[in-house]
């Protein structure tokens, strides 16, 4: 689901900013180059976009995956292996910039 309700424009407007080419549909690489294929009204257009470009995604470009039940149950019978960050190395994160001072539940809505 976009952030910009669905307009299209949050792509646009940082391609604009980073004075980049932008486009949205399905891509292929090449060597220093992208090729999109994106719909428009009258069907299908193919373009070659020079590197670097900016690249967005609609929910049609792509056939979701749904798991099967028998690999749910294969899936929890796996390990997880937990790594705390200090073995990954690196910088430490920074410390939280937001405090929660108090949580509720919102008032029970009355009858109408």
Avoid: F, H
């Amino acid at each position: 689901q976009a952030i910009d309700d669905d307009c299209n424009q949050t792509g646009q407007m940082l391609a604009a900013m980073l004075d980049w080419p932008q486009v949205r549909g399905r891509i292929e690489l090449e060597s220093g180059a992208v090729v999109v294929e994106r719909e428009v009204d009258g069907g299908l257009e193919r373009l070659r976009l020079r590197l670097p470009a900016l690249l967005t995604a609609d929910l049609r470009l792509n056939q979701p995956r749904y798991a099967t039940l028998p690999n749910i149950m294969k899936a929890k019978k796996k390990p997880l292996e937990v790594i705390p960050a200090e073995e990954l190395g690196g910088t430490p994160p920074d410390p939280p910039k937001l405090k929660v001072l108090k949580l509720e539940e919102p008032p029970a809505r009355g009858g109408g």
